[in-house]
């Protein structure tokens, strides 16, 4: 029979052993929100840890007391005064107003924050932004290039270093688009448009997905985003060109039908205004070609 002190210890070293086999190989790129690749990923992570900081006023001291507590009020220690009926104004004013300073702090801090990082604002950058039009599907996602004239699926590549516009809006059910080392998640609805846009530092390779659940399919709902050089950015819009299929309204109908684990597809044209014609499917024509232009 084990006793209780002795379960209590291999409890705890049996924690320690699961938290260490969790963690074992967690590298920066293992965890591309707290290594990001880009000023709006830098600047999401900031705030994080600013706030993750800020609450650290109240967490340390009230784990510090609950530790001091238990040794200081331990059954053994006949020295200890028990007052039941104590109490102090002094400690009572400071378990209200330490607390109520936080959420201001961290109300102050996020609401400034949400506001410069506004997903629909665009970055600031000496070159023209590329625009890229977003359409989610079960289970996978389109990426459409208006200006190139190509589109493609599960995959997206854009050069680093320029800023990137993406249009977002979705065929099926609500989805949330999220490429964790550039930042932002951004809801995708059908009959709207959302707006997004991101930056990367320099070239790489990331993951994006979908963070909102749709179905069976939503587990293996991800796709590669691909930040290139100029020389080679311009090299995959040649390619994809060559790729021979194009995008007209017989091979959408048969991309938007529900499919899983989708292999990357490369489009060499695009019907026209087909972005607009996905919207308009749901919002009964209500935006029109004029408004997507203004915005």
């Given amino acids: 029979m084990v006793t209780q002190p002795r379960a209590s210890k291999l409890f705890a070293i ?3 052993c699961g938290l260490a086999a969790l963690t074992a190989g967690c590298g920066g790129d293992a965890i591309p929100i707290a290594n ?3 000023p709006v990923g830098l600047a999401e992570r900031d705030i994080l840890f600013r706030a993750f900081l800020i609450m650290l006023v109240v967490i340390i001291p009230v784990f510090a007391m609950a530790f001091w507590f238990a040794w200081r009020y331990r059954a053994t220690n006949k020295q200890a005064r028990y007052e039941p009926d104590w109490m102090s104004n002094r400690i009572d004013a400071v378990a209200w107003i330490v607390p109520t300073l936080i959420v201001i702090a961290l109300a102050y801090h996020v609401w400034t924050s949400t506001h410069a990082l506004d997903p629909y604002k665009p970055l600031e950058s000496a070159g023209k932004p590329l625009e890229v039009q977003v359409v989610a599907q079960d289970w ?4 459409i290039y208006p200006e190139q004239g ?3 699926v599960n995959e997206i590549a854009f050069p680093s270093g320029a ?10 059910v609500m989805n949330a688009l999220i490429i964790p080392a550039l930042g932002g998640q951004i809801y995708a609805m059908a009959g709207m448009q959302t707006q997004l846009n991101l930056l990367a530092d320099e070239p790489g390779t990331f993951v994006g997905r979908n963070t909102q659940y749709s179905g069976d399919g939503f587990a293996d709902q991800h796709f590669t985003a691909k930040a290139l050089s100029e020389a080679d950015f311009e090299a995959w819009v040649a390619a994809a060109k060559q790729a021979g299929d194009a995008l007209d309204a017989t091979a959408y ?3 938007a039908k529900p499919s899983s684990k989708h292999p990357v597809t ?11 014609s996905i919207i308009e499917k749901y919002d009964h024509g209500q935006m029109t070609h004029g408004a997507m232009a203004a915005e």
């Fill in 163 to 172: 800023p990137v516009s993406l249009r977002i809006t979705s065929d099926t």
């Fill in 253 to 255: 109908t048969a991309l």
């Fill in 150 to 152: 190509i589109a493609t």
């Fill in 14 to 16: 049996a924690a320690v």
């Fill in 140 to 143: 996978k996602w389109l990426f």
């Fill in 36 to 38: 990001p690749k880009g």
């Fill in 266 to 276: 490369y489009y060499s044209s695009v019907e026209p205004d087909l972005f607009v």
